[in-house]
């Protein structure tokens, strides 16, 4: 399949998902060299799950699906801009590139924060919407320490 | 329990995760008014999944413990500064506050992406280190149409 083909199948997904009542009108697609690896849609309402966009679904299953906990050498085909964990989902899989349709502006129109939390990520901590505060600094380095001499460290 | 109990906690199950040797050097707790809802540790490399941040983990665990899609009530604490992912998390999750030891900082010099990626987010789409890019954009806000006249929809 073309990239306008994958992309038009991400925004089928999309409408679907909507029609079907199983969450929020957004669809995605993990392909490799133009086949579909995986879809997703938005579950967060009919999963519970906050997390369940539909980018994040799609690569979820795609990693399940090629048996790895990274995507490089595929694209991820969006109906609509990535929200930040979506994207930020992007890196962490290492995806090799992103398409996608409607904007966060068209998101934003229909009542969901994408837009809003673009703002609110690069934001100093204490400008942020959602009180956060740092404690505990020495302890918190503990991990680390433990991960810098594991003999069990699979890097990622 | 208190915030610097909850937050010990948290940095516990970082250190634990990464003797079990299940995947990267991060806990982090859901709690209500003191009390623990749900711990969740990076799972990353023992699960396939790319998502599955210590937050990522505990907001889901959460979700799932209280039957609900949202958190607010809750609070996160994690051993290391949420990434992108997992601060967007928090914000799709609707908690109340967050609370963390360790910083982006911490995480780069132990090898971890959290700060190129508070770097990554907020730059323009043609200048980010993944190949992205909008095309289909009136086809793109079908989904939008759909949701606007749905009646299954839910909203989140």
Redesign the interface.
């Known amino acids: 399949m073309d990239?306008?083909a994958l992309?038009?199948r991400s925004?089928e997904v999309?409408?679907d998902?909507?029609?079907?009542?199983r969450?929020?009108?957004?669809?995605a697609i993990v392909a490799r060299e133009g086949t579909i690896i995986a879809e997703g849609m938005n579950l967060?309402?009919?999963s519970?799950?906050?997390?369940a966009?539909a980018e994040?679904v799609a690569?979820?299953r795609a990693?399940?699906a090629l048996?790895?906990?990274?995507?490089r050498g595929c694209e991820v085909f969006a109906?609509?801009?990535p929200?930040?964990?979506c994207?930020?989902?992007?890196?962490?899989?290492?995806?090799?590139?992103?398409?996608?349709?409607?904007?966060k502006h068209?998101?934003a129109?229909?009542?969901f924060?994408d837009s809003l939390?673009?703002e609110?990520?690069?934001r100093a901590i204490d400008e942020r919407?959602?009180?956060?505060?740092?404690?505990?600094?020495e302890?918190?380095?503990?991990?680390?320490h433990?991960?810098?001499r594991?003999l069990?460290?699979?890097?990622?």
Chains 1, 2 share one sequence.
């Open positions: 990239t306008e992309l038009r925004i999309a409408v998902n909507v029609r079907l009542g969450g929020g009108p957004f669809g967060v309402t009919s519970l799950d906050p997390t966009h994040v690569l979820r990693c399940q048996g790895r906990f990274d995507l109906s609509c801009e929200c930040p964990m994207l930020a989902a992007c890196y962490w899989a290492r995806v090799d590139r992103i398409w996608f349709a409607a904007t068209d998101a129109a229909a009542g924060d939390l673009y609110e990520i690069p919407r959602i009180p956060t505060r740092q404690l505990l600094w302890e918190g380095r503990a991990p680390f433990e991960w810098g594991s069990k460290r699979v890097e990622y």
